[in-house]
Nanobody, 112 residues
Framework: QVQLVESGGGPVQPGGSLTLSCAAS????????IGWYRQRPGEEREEVAG???????TYADSVKGRFTISRDNAKNTVYLQMNSLKSDDAAVYYC??????WGKGTQVTVSS
């Protein structure tokens, strides 16, 4: 089955860090562009980071310098390291590859 499954979300204090995982099955993450997206309540889903098959990365301005996307080809998993978290970062985070269904996402809560 071709799918991506997100994990790693949870509660974190402002200024804290969290690493999200995106485990792929049915295809190799090294051959596709994989993006991390987030959706806050009542808002549109937005892309925050992406990694190309060649390994280059892209970030939204709002997370540049704080978030890092990476890939472990052996584990067929894409990660999102999130540092210096702010209340605005609280959202459901999804990873996505074109051509497959969106997963359930993983909730990130930023609160003191």
């Amino acid at each position: 089955q071709v799918q991506l499954v997100e994990s790693g979300g949870g509660p974190v204090q402002p200024g804290g860090s969290l690493t999200l995982s995106c485990a792929a099955s049915g295809f190799s993450v090294s051959k596709y562009y994989i993006g991390w997206y987030r959706q806050r309540p009542g808002e549109e889903r937005e892309e925050v980071a992406g990694i190309y098959s060649g390994g280059s990365t892209t970030y939204a301005d709002s997370v540049k310098g704080r978030f890092t996307i990476s890939r472990d080809n052996a584990k067929n998993t894409v990660y999102l390291q999130m540092n210096s978290l702010k209340s605005d970062d609280a959202a459901v985070y999804y990873c996505y590859r074109i051509g497959i269904n969106w997963g359930k996402g993983t909730q990130v809560t930023v609160s003191s």
